[in-house]
C-alpha cells in the first residue's frame, strides 16, 4: 500500500518504464490538450485530465478545465492512482457512494470530486504509466459511448506516447553524430541568447562588442509599474515552490504581452513589475504601446481568473500605474550588470499604481495627452499621493469601440494604427 493508496505489483517495472518517455516536466503540446478538452465536451464534465504517475505524484501532462499553475498532485490523494492498478475503465458516478474512494482526501475535502471515469494509460509492454480521466464536482452520469469515448481518447493518448518514446530513440542515435558540433555552436548562441534575454537588444550588441554603454537621458518615456494586490492573502496556505511558480508563470506571461507590445522589461520587485516604452530607441507610441500592454494584462489575468473560480480558488488582481515623462536609463553594477532607469517620472509611476484601485489601470495627465483620442479614459480628478502635490489621474477603460477589434476593447483594429 502507498499510503493507503494501491500500488502496481510490478510498481519498479512501471516507474523504469515511464522513465523512457522522458515526458515528466515537459510543456504543453497541442496533441495531448486536444484530447483533454474533447474528453470533456463528450461527456459534458467541466474537467479531463491527463496524467502520469511517478513515485509521490500525479502530473499533468494535458488538462481541461484547470489552472495553468495547476501542474500536478500528489499521488496519495488522487483517484488515478487506484486506476493504475486497473486493465479497464474506472467509472464511478458518485464516489463519496463508493467505499473504495469516499474517504480519498481529494474527495471528503477540497476540491471535493463526486464524478469520476478514468482508464488506464497502458503502454505496448503492459505497464500503467498514468490515467485519462474525465472528473466533475457534481454526481454525474454518462451514457456506455460516452465511457467508450473516454476508452478510445486514453488509447490515442498511449499512441501519441509512443510515438514520442521512438522519436526519442531516433533522437539518441543521431545526436551522437552531431553532439561535437553542436556544443560549441550551442555555447555560443546561450551566450548571446542570455545577453538578449537579460538586456535589450541595442544594449546586448554595445556588451558582445565590448563598447561601453553609456548612461542616456530620454526626453519622453513611457513608464508602467504592475503590482499584485492582496499578495499576503495569496500566499497563505500556499507551498512557497507554488507559490513562485505561480508568480513566475504570470510574470512570464507580462513578458510575452510587454515585448509584443514594443516594451521593455526592467525588472521585478517581489510581486511588483516594471516595464517601460520609448527606450532604448525611441519611438513615438511609447504611450499607446504601455496603455495596450496594460489592456493585455489585464485581459491574461481575467481569463487566468475564471479558471481558478472553477476551483473556488482566489483572484490574482494587479494595479497597474502609467507615467509618460524624462528618464535617465543605463547599466549598474560590475559583476552583474542590471538595465535600469531613473527619474522622477518613475517615482510618479509608482504612485500611480499605489493610488490605482484592485484590477484597474490608473494613467497621468502626461499620458491622457497621448493617448485620449484612442482610449475610453475616466477622470479621477487631482489624487492626492505620497510626498507629492495632488495628481491628475484618469481610469483607463478599453479601447474606444471604434477603435477595437474585439467587444472588451483590449485589442486594436486596422483604424486604431491608422489614427495612432
Known amino acids: 500500500m502507498f499510503n493507503g493508496v494501491p500500488i502496481p505489483t510490478n510498481e519498479a517495472e512501471r516507474l523504469e518504464a ?142 501519441q506516447l509512443e510515438l514520442r518514446r521512438q522519436l526519442l530513440e531516433r533522437d539518441a542515435l543521431l545526436a551522437d553524430l552531431e553532439k561535437a558540433r553542436a556544443a560549441m555552436a550551442s555555447e555560443q548562441e546561450r551566450s548571446e541568447a542570455l545577453l538578449r534575454t537579460i538586456f535589450p537588444v541595442t544594449v546586448a550588441a554595445e556588451l558582445k562588442a565590448n563598447r561601453p554603454v553609456q548612461p542616456r537621458h530620454y526626453d519622453l518615456a513611457t513608464i508602467m509599474f504592475a503590482d499584485f494586490t492582496g499578495f499576503t492573502r495569496l500566499t497563505e496556505g500556499t507551498q512557497p515552490a507554488a507559490l513562485v511558480q505561480q508568480l513566475d508563470q504570470h510574470f512570464t506571461r507580462f513578458d510575452e504581452i510587454v515585448e509584443r507590445n514594443r516594451l521593455e522589461t526592467l525588472k521585478t520587485i517581489g510581486d511588483a513589475y516594471l516595464c517601460a516604452g520609448g527606450l532604448p530607441e525611441p519611438n513615438r507610441t511609447h504611450a499607446i504601446d504601455a496603455c495596450l500592454a496594460a489592456l493585455g494584462l489585464q485581459a491574461y489575468l481575467a481569463a487566468s481568473n475564471r479558471q481558478r473560480e472553477k476551483l473556488r480558488l482566489a483572484p490574482w488582481k494587479v494595479r497597474i500605474g502609467i507615467n509618460t515623462g524624462p528618464v535617465v536609463a543605463g547599466l549598474v553594477g560590475k559583476r552583474r550588470f542590471t ?14 499604481e499605489a493610488a490605482a484601485e484592485p484590477g484597474r489601470i490608473n494613467i497621468a ?55 495612432a
Open 18 to 159: 515511464l522513465k523512457q518517455y522522458r515526458v515528466l516536466d515537459t510543456p504543453p503540446e497541442f496533441e495531448y490538450d486536444a484530447l483533454t478538452e474533447l474528453a470533456a465536451q463528450i461527456c459534458g464534465c467541466p474537467v479531463a485530465l491527463l496524467g502520469l504517475i511517478d513515485e509521490k505524484r500525479d502530473w499533468l501532462k494535458a488538462k481541461y478545465g484547470l489552472p495553468a499553475a495547476l501542474t500536478e498532485a500528489p499521488r496519495d490523494v488522487v483517484v488515478c492512482a487506484a486506476t493504475i492498478c486497473q486493465n479497464d475503465l474506472v467509472y464511478v458516478p458518485d464516489l463519496t457512494k463508493d467505499e473504495r474512494f469516499k474517504d480519498y482526501p481529494s474527495v471528503a475535502g477540497d476540491p471535493h470530486i463526486r464524478f469520476y471515469c478514468g482508464m488506464p494509460l497502458i503502454n505496448r509492454d503492459g505497464y500503467a504509466l498514468g490515467s485519462f480521466c474525465v472528473v466533475d464536482f457534481e454526481p454525474h452520469e454518462i451514457t456506455p459511448a460516452q465511457r467508450e469515448a473516454v476508452r478510445l481518447l486514453a488509447q490515442q493518448a498511449v499512441t
Open 339 to 352: 538595465y535600469d532607469i531613473w527619474g522622477d517620472s518613475v517615482n510618479v509611476a509608482q504612485r500611480l
Open 365 to 419: 495627465a502626461s499620458t491622457y495627452h497621448y493617448v485620449h483620442r484612442l482610449f475610453d479614459l475616466e477622470p479621477r480628478g487631482a489624487i492626492e499621493v505620497k510626498n507629492k502635490p495632488p495628481l491628475e489621474m484618469y481610469f483607463l477603460n478599453r479601447i474606444k469601440p471604434e477603435f477595437a477589434a474585439d467587444a472588451e476593447g483590449t485589442t486594436p483594429n486596422a483604424a486604431f494604427w491608422q489614427a
